[in-house]
């Protein structure tokens, strides 16, 4: 009765639990997957796959980040992986600057220094390149209108100038 009512249910039976679906014991499948050698073989791999989560890189990189909202919990997962310092005195992971950098931008295009559409464009596009998608992405807001100028700013916008 009190696991029903943590589940945030009324009580139910076993047996309409398992009907229902809603039964928290192992599944088949669960048990289909155990090891064959019993409890103390399937408490190893418990403990192989739990090591292997504990010591990967993302792990790593989420106590260092949780280290910041929640100190004390980051400190206790630090120090039960057998680290001697303190995590607030280990360094933080690397920053890989490669990921930080954009290939596409988001180009503004202009008519009479008005917005008028925006569009995707690569980082290392030529000042002809911009005019080009420029042209192409509000054709139909060109069409009868003459160009005088044409202003590229090149990775922000390209505004034309028209009678």
């Given at each position: 009765m009190t696991e029903s009512l943590i589940r945030g249910?009324?009580?139910?039976?076993?047996?309409?639990e398992r009907r229902?679906?809603?039964?928290?014991?192992?599944?088949?499948?669960?048990?289909?997957?155990?090891?064959?050698?019993?409890?103390?073989e399937m408490r190893l791999a418990?403990?192989?796959?739990?090591?292997?989560?504990?010591?990967?890189?993302?792990?790593?990189r989420l106590k260092h980040k949780t280290q910041v909202f929640v100190p004390h919990v980051a400190e206790e997962l630090w120090s039960r992986l057998d680290h001697a310092e303190p995590l607030a005195f280990?360094?933080?992971?690397e920053v890989d600057e490669a990921y930080l950098v954009d290939d596409e931008i988001d180009l503004v295009i202009?008519?009479?220094?008005k917005v008028r559409g925006r569009t995707k464009a690569p980082?290392?596009?030529?000042?002809?390149?911009l005019e080009a998608l420029a042209r192409e992405a509000i054709a139909d807001q060109l069409d009868g209108a003459e160009v005088v100028k044409t202003i590229v700013v090149?990775?922000?916008l390209v505004n034309f100038v028209v009678k």
């Open positions: 249910r009324a009580a139910l039976t076993a047996d309409e229902l679906g809603l039964c928290a014991t192992r599944s088949a499948e669960a048990t289909r997957r155990r090891p064959a050698g019993g409890d103390g418990f403990q192989r796959d739990r090591d292997r989560v504990l010591h990967s890189r993302a792990f790593r280990s360094g933080w992971p202009q008519i009479k220094g980082r290392e596009a030529s000042k002809d390149d090149p990775g922000k």
